[in-house]
């Protein structure tokens, strides 16, 4: 992919020297137990400790007075088991949260709290939406309101709203969906305009986040006719120009790589301002039986050329070498090539040099590369449990001795959890990327119904690919210039 033309505006807090984010992860990485909400994202909880127990809060099972001191007596019982306990928050824990209520409990409980800062719902928002909550001319304040009042609150939330109307800035409300044409009402009523812009972000930051503009006049109707999903936040007011956010802004692309290889892709996709959703439809695995793998190995310097077709075979190969208590002398004076810049890279990283690599990045690439190469070459390709045997044959009909050898495999994955079904179900036009034969044939079979249905669009890697999709009736939108 092409570099794109990004400016980046990091926030650091209210200090430089607070490193907030810095404190927040490092308290993630100490956690024994992190009890979350339900709307903390995937990609937050990964950097959570694999060994440290996850509890998810789910409000639908307490009533809503009794709900943070539900939490925060749970947390006590935590706490009190000698673990180092996290509360993970979505959001800015001090910001509609219920944090004084999870507090209650910990406090009579004499147990020692730290706090340490979000973002608020509201600062995400105008983030996605790609608009400022503030500015000298439009917008000289911002309030943070509630469009959902807790049940038994004295202060009547009329009086806020009419406070509010009046204050010539941006009014971000929470939770505003449920009672939407209320809140509106009672704001036009109290004197501001029916013409003031509302924008709104609804499940901000997830793969099926969705913006709107619409007027405090309409935005009851709106709401209703275009089915905006809770959690939202609705920004009245303010400055509603919207800046260029990329290319991909506002485009959900599904990313099919296998866990812990989409981080490329994804950093890609975001930077052109697309939404990603990774859905892996393969896990890739060691051989079934190692002992083929491990027979080249022993004899590595026997072979002039050493041939790796993919970043998970260079992986495969380095693991199994490691294991025989052997590193890069053991290759002797064999060369090697890469059936592309991504598996060069990966080589290069381990400290390997790549001798070729061809224009063409697949097999027939690699068999141009060596149509001169005089005959009686030692080669040993190093490969997938299963694939095109085009360049195997190549070598052998120019006189060639061939090795080939399975440094992984790929399982593809049986069935999606159901929240992702529920997201996929949901998904509007997205792109899905294919960047295998194997991948095509999972999504296929897992993602078939919604792809042909709802005419998703499909990003192939590479004319291969594109076959691959081909043989099973579907025609690629798009296909990578360069695999």
């Given at each position: 992919m092409s570099p794109v033309e990004t400016v980046i505006f990091v926030g650091a807090g209210p200090g430089a020297a607070d490193l907030l984010t810095l404190r927040a992860l490092d308290r993630l990485k100490r956690a024994e137990v992190v009890v979350h909400d339900r709307l903390v994202h995937a990609d937050v909880l990964t950097l959570v400790p694999a060994s440290a127990e996850r509890i998810c809060i789910d409000r639908t099972d307490v009533t809503d007075i009794d709900a943070g001191c539900h939490t925060g007596e749970l947390l006590v019982r935590l706490a009190r088991d000698g673990r180092q306990v996290v509360r993970l928050k979505g959001g800015d824990p001090t910001v509609f949260a219920r944090l004084a209520e999870e507090?209650?409990?910990?406090?009579?409980?004499?147990?020692?709290?730290?706090?340490?800062?979000?973002?608020?719902?509201?600062?995400?928002?105008?983030?996605?939406?790609?608009?400022?909550?503030?500015?000298?001319?439009a917008a000289s304040s911002l309030s943070l309101v509630t469009g959902h009042e807790a049940r038994g609150k004295v202060e009547p939330h009329d009086l806020t709203l009419t406070g509010l109307a009046s204050l010539p800035g941006t009014i971000a409300v929470y939770m505003g969906i449920e009672r939407i044409a209320s809140w509106s009402k009672r704001l036009i009523e109290a004197g501001r305009p029916g013409t003031t812009p509302v924008t709104v972000v609804s499940r901000c930051s997830w793969p099926d986040q969705r913006l709107a503009t619409t007027t405090l006049a309409a935005c009851g109707d709106d709401a209703e006719r275009e089915g905006w999903q809770s959690p939202a936040v609705l920004l009245v007011g303010g400055t509603v120009e919207p800046i260029s956010k990329g290319s991909l802004a506002g485009r959900l692309v599904i990313v099919t790589r296998p866990a812990g290889q989409e981080g490329e892709m994804v950093s890609c996709v975001r930077s052109a301002g697309g939404t990603c959703l990774?859905?892996?439809?393969?896990?890739?695995?060691?051989?079934?039986?190692?002992?083929?793998?491990?027979?080249?190995?022993?004899?590595?310097?026997?072979?002039?050329?050493?041939?790796?077709?993919?970043?998970?075979?260079?992986?495969?190969?380095?693991?199994?070498?490691?294991?025989?208590?052997?590193?890069?002398?053991?290759?002797?004076?064999?060369?090697?090539?890469?059936?592309?810049?991504?598996?060069?890279?990966?080589?290069?990283?381990?400290?390997?040099?790549?001798?070729?690599?061809?224009?063409?990045?697949?097999?027939?690439g690699l068999v141009e590369v060596f149509a001169g190469t005089p005959r009686g070459g030692r080669f040993l390709l190093v490969r997938a449990d299963r694939g095109r045997d085009v360049l195997r044959r190549s070598l052998e009909a120019s006189g060639h001795a061939v090795d080939e050898v399975a440094a992984y495999r790929s399982v593809p994955v049986e069935q999606l959890g159901a929240a992702t079904e529920r997201l996929l179900?949901?998904?509007?036009?997205?792109?899905?990327?294919?960047?295998?034969?194997?991948?095509?044939?999972?999504?296929?079979?897992?993602?078939?119904?919604?792809?042909?249905?709802?005419?998703?669009?499909i990003a192939s890697l590479s004319p291969v690919t594109s076959a691959a999709l081909r043989r099973f009736g579907l025609e690629p939108t798009a296909e990578a210039i360069e695999a």
């Open positions: 507090l209650e409990p910990l406090r009579h409980a004499g147990i020692a709290v730290e706090i340490v800062p979000g973002i608020t719902a509201a600062l995400a928002a105008a983030a996605a939406a790609g608009i400022p909550l503030t500015s000298r001319g990774h859905v892996p439809m393969l896990a890739i695995a060691p051989p079934v039986d190692t002992a083929p793998l491990d027979a080249v190995i022993a004899r590595l310097g026997t072979y002039d050329w050493i041939v790796f077709a993919s970043r998970n075979g260079v992986c495969g190969f380095l693991d199994r070498l490691r294991a025989a208590g052997l590193d890069g002398r053991a290759l002797g004076t064999a060369r090697i090539a890469a059936i592309g810049t991504a598996t060069r890279r990966s080589l290069e990283d381990a400290g390997y040099a790549c001798d070729r690599v061809p224009d063409t990045f697949r097999s027939e179900a949901a998904a509007k036009a997205p792109w899905l990327t294919v960047t295998s034969g194997a991948i095509a044939e999972a999504a296929i079979r897992l993602c078939g119904p919604w792809i042909r249905l709802h005419r998703w669009k």
